[in-house]
């Protein structure tokens, strides 16, 4: 296989129980606990990955530690060799889940993409409502700086890009009671947007998210609003501008998200989507709201376009 396959993924969670509970009991993920220094740390199988979830405080997380998903492992049999295979920087090193051996590369070399190489953990079985991890949400700046970091230098091939723009279109009317009417459509205006990048990592890819544009801000509040182009645009910024560029969330595939979404929400969850709506790659995506966790922690669902075709859908 080309490049390398994400091991596992550190979740940094401010409340570790309800995480628990929302992968184990909700999503019916098999969950195998792994030791890490001397603690022990929840840890699920979805795909061919872990899901590790860490309160958001714990000492195997370099900091700056915040809620969210701070690290990604990739699967490699000897971590500092790879490491250096491949000229990335080493910040530390050690024995870490069940002591295997894992190298932190300086994150000032993945375009601030916390990653580490690690000698692959065993992932339980899995199978049920989200079967894999989709991609990985990366807000970012520089798309063409990760490409050469995950494609050029690791091998990781591009799976696909994409570029997201929200539209709008005025028309004004003219009408008399005489003459009758008149309507002239004005130029569509660009309001926002994103350039996506898709790096397949293993069973997933990682989704780097670009602003469209970053001259034009600010810009025209305008349809901005959770859940839309402008607004998935404005979130990605504030992550930049307050972080820096990195992991920003994590996906999970599901076969029916309009089955699945609605089920969380019964289930107790705060859902900010309940029904799906348009995604990348021709995909249907639903978000859970971050408030379940404690804040910080942001995960949606992704409904793939099965047949992978290349067309235009019109949707809602
Ligand atoms: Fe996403």
């Not at 570790?16 to 022990?40: H, K, M, N």
């Not at 990048?197 to 509040?221: A, H, N, S």
């Not at 995960?299 to 067309?311: A, I, K, S, T």
Request: with cysteine; proline share 7%; aromatic share 8%.
């Amino acid at each position: 296989m080309a490049g390398y396959a994400l091991n596992y993924l550190a979740l940094a969670a401010r409340e570790v129980e309800p995480v628990c509970r929302f992968l184990g009991e909700s999503l019916g993920l098999p969950r195998a606990d792994i030791v890490v220094q001397g603690r022990t740390i929840p840890f699920f199988g979805i795909g061919q990955a872990g899901l590790a979830v860490f309160d958001a405080e714990d000492a195997y997380l370099e900091e700056p530690r915040y809620p969210g998903v701070h690290h990604m492992a990739l699967g490699a049999t000897e971590p500092a060799a790879c490491a250096a295979r491949h000229s990335l920087p080493v910040t530390s090193a050690g024995a870490g889940p069940d002591g295997k051996r894992f190298v932190v590369i300086d994150p000032a070399a993945t375009v601030g993409i916390r990653t580490r190489f690690i000698e692959p953990l065993p992932i339980p079985a899995n199978a049920g409502a989200a079967y894999k991890i989709d991609h990985l949400g990366i807000a970012t700046n520089d798309n063409d700086g990760t490409v050469r970091v995950f494609t050029n230098n690791l091998g990781c091939p591009i799976q696909s890009t994409q570029t997201d723009i929200e539209i709008r279109n005025v028309t004004e009317s003219f009408i008399s009671d005489k003459y009758g009417a008149v309507y002239h459509a004005r130029p569509p205006q660009i309001l926002g947007g994103l350039r996506d990048v898709f790096i397949t990592i293993g069973d997933c890819e990682l989704e780097l998210l670009m602003d469209y544009d970053p001259r034009m801000k600010p810009k025209d509040q305008l349809g901005e609003q959770e859940g839309n182009t402008k607004g998935d645009q404005s979130a990605i910024a504030k992550f930049v501008a307050r972080r820096g560029p990195g992991l920003a969330h994590v996906a999970f595939a599901t076969r029916n998200i309009d089955a699945l979404l609605p089920k969380l929400a019964a289930d107790g969850w705060r859902m900010i989507d309940v029904v799906g709506r348009p995604g990348g790659r021709g995909s249907k995506i639903g978000f859970v709201h971050p408030a379940n966790f404690g804040g910080g922690l942001l995960m949606h669902f992704v409904e793939p376009q099965v047949d992978g075709g290349y067309g235009t859908r019109q949707t809602d």
